[in-house]
């Protein structure tokens, strides 16, 4: 990595990385001081925020334990096979990035909806999606699975190729190879995606909302309580799922990756 340069375009570069900052920071650090310790304290006596807190963690973990069985497959497929239409794949996987989210959320009632294609087929199995944890944990599935594909297919680039190929030379079989081989390398890459999955999931609000209003996940209920009572009923909730984040990226950036390889990054 290389060091920065006392130069007129380092300069301008670094004025607008201060400035990028700047919008992205402040507006975040301006809302964890806007409550009151006593205040944010105050929300684990409410039975309300406590149950949606239990429903939101629950139904990410839930979405994260599906796309452990679907995802990470998918991210191996992508990264250790050429096939027709790879790319394609690639391209509609992470579709659920760009799509806007209420958007995905009218698209997922048409199919997990009562009189939708699964919504009936599960149906006939005692499931169903429409305000219903089933729903949420859909919704929050679609639009986070990228997060772990993604980070799945990159751990899986960066396994020593040599060393699995050393184990077929010593009689491993494919599941062999996987258990003690590759996944021992790459799962760091990914449990931070699932960190990610996960917490993409506990923020999402506008899938959700379409498929599942209730009961409430904690971004509904900032929604919601938003609209009743104003800004500041609002913010103890929002300030919560702010610092969850935070929590989520230091997991990520500071425990999961070595100091060593997060500089040469």
């Given amino acids: 990595m290389k060091k920065l340069h006392n130069s007129t375009l380092t300069k301008v570069f670094i ?11 402040v507006p ?4 964890l001081f806007s409550v009151e310790p006593i205040t944010f304290f105050q929300l684990f006596t ?43 794949l690639q391209a509609l996987i992470n579709l ?30 005692g499931i169903t999606f429409t305000d219903r944890p089933a729903g949420i944990v859909t919704g929050m599935l679609f639009v986070s699975v990228p997060f772990l594909v993604n980070a799945s297919r990159e751990a899986f680039a960066g396994v020593d190729r040599e060393i699995e190929q050393a ?13 003690y081989i590759t996944l021992p390398q790459s799962w760091r890459g990914i449990t931070s995606g699932a960190l990610m999955m996960w917490a993409r999931g506990v923020s999402e609000f506008g899938a959700v909302v379409i498929l599942a209003y209730h009961p409430k996940i904690m971004p509904v209920l900032v929604f919601e309580r938003f609209q009743g009572f104003g ?27 070595p100091k060593e390889k997060r500089n040469n990054q």
Avoid: E
Avoid at 28 to 31: E, G, R
Avoid at 67 to 81: C, D, I, K, N, S
């Fill in 15 to 25: 004025v607008a990385g201060i400035i990028l900052m700047m919008i992205l920071l």
């Fill in 28 to 31: 975040l650090i301006n809302t």
């Fill in 46 to 88: 409410d039975q309300q925020v406590l149950d949606s807190m239990q429903l939101t963690f629950s139904c990410a973990l839930a979405a994260v334990l599906i796309g452990f069985l679907t995802a990470v497959p998918m991210g191996y497929l992508l990264t250790r096979y050429q096939f027709p239409g790879r790319d394609l």
């Fill in 96 to 125: 659920p990035v760009i799509i806007p989210h209420t958007a995905a959320g009218v698209a997922l009632l048409l199919v997990f909806g009562r009189n939708g294609i699964f919504g009936q087929l599960f149906a006939n199995i």
């Fill in 167 to 179: 184990s077929w030379v010593d009689g491993a079989n494919y599941w062999q190879m996987l258990r």
């Fill in 231 to 257: 800004l500041k009923a609002a913010l103890p909730v929002t300030v919560f799922l702010i610092l969850i984040s935070l929590v989520i990226f230091i997991c990520v950036s500071v425990f999961l990756f």
